[in-house]
């Protein structure tokens, strides 16, 4: 199934002035919906303190926001994981460059069950063989006698991709899956079915339990130093050195009022990471 949420945000363009260089501005944003409700919170926050400037969120998944960006139809791609090396060979054939990289946020990937579910634990070995179908019932995990349902992202979602390479260790998902396009609909469902699991950023954190991995929780202190065993950083890719209101943007994201929002967003801020 292939799903593309789109979220537009536009604010009524009120000039005090004619002529102005922030009149009609759009930036043009596509790409992860792991990010799409943590960009969609910046770029409305970013509006209301600059009149003029108008900016486009738009999800999809990241392999979507990358061709996007690749085929000049958005000006930053939102990632949640690094660039594959055939998508790097066509930003470089295309633009004879790489573009630039921004971390925008730390994230944890969270693993989600139902609240109902007295599974509390598992290892990285455990999670690995339940998403690749080695094991099926969570009674083998110390749970109720009862088939998983396993939900994962769209192949298009950086975090599929992530967690494939990650966890799975390069192997095949298992084909008995149950797939969503959104985290939130991952969120969803799970809330909604006793014996399913699923993975998404550590901000989602409503409606579910997230498991701990290894005996480690996903939480704030755990994702910095590194001792929670998925952790990731979120992008924001560009083709070529930015203009000078893209640029203003982006820095504003990494300045302390940006990074306030990925802190309210559930994210973790740049500043409080080594990187």
Known sequence: MIYKSILFLFITLIAGCSGSRLDNYTIRIAGSDTMLELTSNLSEVYMKEHPGISIQVEGGGTAEGIKSLINGNSDICTASRNLEPEESKLLADYYHSVGLIYLIAKDGLSIYVNPANPVKNLTMNQLKDIFTGKINNWKTLGGKDTTIIIV?????????????????????????????????????????????????????????????????????????????????????????????????????????????VVRKSGYIPLWENKL
């Open 152 to 260: 994962t992202r769209n192949p298009n979602s950086g975090t599929y991709l992530y967690f494939k390479e990650h966890v799975l260790l390069g192997e095949n998902y298992t084909s008995v899956s149950i797939v969503e396009a959104t985290t939130k609909a991952i969120v969803n469902y799970i809330s909604e079915h006793s014996n399913a699991i699923g993975y998404g950023g550590m901000g989602f954190n409503k409606k579910v339990i997230h498991l701990k991995i290894n005996g480690i929780e996903s939480i704030e202190a755990n994702v910095i130093n590194d001792t929670y065993p998925i952790t990731r950083y979120l992008h924001f890719f560009i083709t070529n050195t930015p203009n000078k209101i893209v640029k203003e943007f982006i820095n504003w994201v990494l300045s302390p009022a940006g990074q306030s």
